[in-house]
């Protein structure tokens, strides 16, 4: 599950990455709280027609409505807000790569509040992400660039976002996705249309096709790949997988949008990758117990785990299941049976 979870999170991060250039072309043609209610409004149409074939359980909502309502609220509404603010103030190429500090907040936060097992790996990995964060928004002499302060936090946002989603096991990653586009997408359109008529601006058709087709790929499809990846890895470490993202962001700038490249920039992007490569491997194992829990996600039933008997015959699957106490040993990351004191 560990590698069907990291090539999720890559995936994802390849959507997302591609989303960010092409979201600071419109991020200076309509109000920036319009374009990320757009955006997210676009991820609850991708995933729409799977929450529609099978609707979330009602006992499953009323189990995760707090965390669901945190994930709307700081990663639905205030993180693309702050996002598109800060791309219409910085070039496309630094706002991709400062992307990167969403991996410190998540880091920083799984292990402080939600005591997350992380490792030495994992905390020098976010270590250089770190360094080459600061490279890009400090320079002696100059002042702090606002669009790199709005997208940080952003990434504050999409950190707490991350360390609650991940957790969320109560429902599939597609109602998730459904409920935060669809209310924070909602809230975010109706502000920013307000604004713009009250401006004397108004939001040209094509642009807002463009958005939804941005926000269905870079927002839908890629936040349910992120959610069921960091179930098989953590939030922390689902993270620095999807921290790839940026770097395909900048690459896409360069090449399309003619963005300056600079040496701060190719500095923070190697010392990202090498904080990625870093934290790879990060398995640890020992003696553990698990109590018992009903959740559902995305499982196979020879993991030992999953073993129990279902109509479903099919290798893999997602269902609401029931797991009894156990105690054993092997190699676990903090995925959603293995989050337990350490």
Known sequence: MERVGAIRCLVAAVLFGASAPAASVLAGEMPAVALAGLLYLGAALAVLPVSARRPPDRDALRAGWAPITVAVVAGGALGPALLVAGLARTDAATGSIMLNLELVATVALAATFFREHLGPRVLAGAALVTIGGVLLVWQPGASLDVGALLIAGACLCWGLDNCVTARLDHLAPEHVVLIKGAVAGTANLSLGLTVARGAGSGVDAGEIVAALLIGAAGYGASITLWVKGAR?????????????????????????????????????????????????????????????????HEHIHDDGHHEHRHDDAEARGSHRHTHPAIVHSHPHVPDLHHRHEH
């Open 232 to 296: 098989d890895l953590g939030a922390a470490r689902g993270q620095l997988v999807f921290a790839t993202a940026p770097f395909i962001g900048a690459l896409i700038a360069w090449l399309t949008l003619e963005d300056p490249v600079r040496g701060a920039q190719l500095a923070a992007m190697l010392l990202a990758a090498a904080g990625v490569a870093v934290s790879l491997r990060s398995a640890h194992e020992h003696t553990h117990h698990h109590d018992p829990i009903v959740h559902e």
